[in-house]
């Protein structure tokens, strides 16, 4: 079995109105410092193989096709 995470983040230079909208809310709980905020998603799988690449050419067609969008968004795959 392999373990992995999927890490999906908007590109730079893509707006991220939740990302401000965080922000935002930490500045009004007082906590200072924070200049920016990126917010993105996260996905930990289990994969029934013990094939190291194939399971890391399979996470990266499942990021293709639908964890990711890949017009605005980048993934990273780990594989533990």
């Known amino acids: 079995m392999v373990k ?4 999906v983040t908007l590109k ?5 109105p939740q990302g401000k909208a965080i922000g935002a809310a930490l500045a009004s709980l007082d906590f200072e ?6 917010q993105g ?3 930990d799988l289990e994969l ?3 094939d190291r ?7 990266n067609a ?16 780990e594989i533990e």
């Open 4 to 7: 992995a995470r999927v890490t």
């Open 41 to 43: 998603k996260v996905f």
């Open 48 to 50: 029934a193989t013990d």
């Open 12 to 16: 730079n230079g893509v707006l991220d």
């Open 53 to 59: 690449q194939a399971a890391k050419d399979e996470l």
């Open 62 to 77: 499942m990021c293709e096709k639908l964890l990711a969008n890949t017009v605005i968004e980048d993934y990273t795959v």
């Open 33 to 38: 410092g924070v200049e920016n905020v990126r």
